[in-house]
């Protein structure tokens, strides 16, 4: 069936240092890739996403990557701060849904 | 706008009891989901919804149902509720931008315990 393994699980990385969540995904066909952001007590909210047609995409210091034959993407956040200590979940495009990772926890060290 | 809410936030059950957590959006959205989550296991789809009165079933239907019977409103029951259901259950929607777009617009969650 379709799913998404999302690694690490956990990740922590000192403050200014780059940090890089990794996913594959199984279904050929999904065509949509976001990445959801969630803090301790809140609800996830979109931080970036890429379709199939787009390599790679960049929002100031996140970018994410795409490698369609392979089947993952990566999400790359590049001079890390405390508030960007959360979890963050990778998604896959599956028919009228989205199939979701287990989640990384981020924890930037000051 | 209000976005997605949820109704209740917090609830507390013994086993066995029912109970309906109601979801509303406000965006005029065609698909609403149900999520629960729980620790280290992400984001599980119980139930969504491409449309008023349509319901099709996700990862984890079991125990639950859903009913879509106004395009805003997205209502999660469980008819005997178990320890199991223990979770925080998040309720999403979306609108599909030429068919691929899917981003997702979540409320602030429930926290549901059962004793």
């Known amino acids: 069936g379709e799913n998404v393994e999302q690694h690490p699980s956990t990740l922590s990385v000192q403050e200014g240092d780059s940090a890089v969540i990794k996913c594959t995904y199984s279904d050929s066909a999904s065509n949509y890739f976001p990445w959801y952001k969630q803090e301790l007590g809140k609800r996830p909210q979109l931080i970036i996403d890429?379709?199939?047609?787009?390599g790679e995409k960049k929002d100031q210091r996140i970018a994410v990557t795409l490698n369609k034959t392979a089947k993952h993407f990566s999400l790359h956040i590049t001079e890390t701060q405390p508030e960007d200590s959360a979890v963050y979940f990778c998604a896959a495009k599956a028919t009228g849904k989205l199939i979701f990772g287990q989640g990384t926890t981020l924890q930037v060290k000051p | 706008n209000a976005g997605v809410t949820q109704t209740p936030k917090f609830r507390v059950l013994k086993t066995g009891q029912s109970m309906t957590l109601l979801c509303a959006q406000d965006?005029?959205?065609?698909?609403m989901y149900w999520y629960r989550q729980d620790p280290g296991m992400g984001l599980r789809l119980i139930h969504y919804s491409v449309g008023e009165g349509t319901t099709a079933k996700g990862e984890v239907p079991d125990g639950y149902n859903v009913s879509r019977l106004k395009k805003q409103n997205f209502l999660l029951g469980l008819e005997s509720a178990a320890p199991s259901q223990t979770s925080v259950y998040f309720c999403a929607s979306s609108f599909p931008l030429a068919g691929v777009i899917y981003e997702q617009y979540f409320g602030p969650g429930t926290r549901l315990t059962v004793t």
């Open positions: 965006m005029n959205h065609e698909y």
């Open positions: 890429i379709r199939s047609n787009v």
